[in-house]
């Protein structure tokens, strides 16, 4: 059984920086492809970012790309997500989700190819 657990949500000002963090529990963590993806009130759950296993390959979404940065420390079973220059529209809750194996870049924007989830954090962005 998988467990994912995120942390590093908050309350920011515009301009301001976050880091979240996600541990994974129950398996081998190097095999799992991570992302983050987050939702706002009354809208879809969206893509944010992915990285592989071997941490050769990062994607972003166009709305975050130079402004956030993923990576992952296998040593510790953990993704991050670097969050700079936030803006109100980034506020949402962020989900960090894994996936055994590898895939391929469409793939790694669509939420449903993922296996596993966390509770997700809120992120909130003040104007």
């Known amino acids: 059984q998988v467990q994912l657990a995120e942390s590093g949500g908050g309350l920011v000002q515009t301009g301001g920086s976050l880091r979240l963090s996600c541990a994974l529990f129950?398996?081998?963590?190097?095999?799992?492809?991570m992302g983050w993806f987050r939702q706002a009130p009354g809208k879809e759950r969206e893509f944010v970012a992915a990285i592989t296993w071997n941490l050769d390959t990062t994607y972003y979404a166009d709305s975050v790309k130079g402004r956030f940065t993923i990576s992952r420390d296998n040593a510790k079973n953990a993704v991050y997500l670097q969050m700079n220059s936030l803006k109100p529209e980034d506020t949402a809750v962020y989900y960090c989700?894994?996936?055994?194996?590898?895939?391929?870049?469409?793939?790694?924007?669509?939420?449903?190819?993922?296996?596993?989830w966390g509770q997700g954090t809120q992120v909130t962005v003040s104007s």
């Open positions: 129950g398996r081998i963590f190097t095999n799992y492809f």
């Open positions: 989700a894994a996936r055994l194996g590898v895939m391929t870049p469409n793939r790694a924007t669509i939420y449903s190819n993922y296996d596993y």
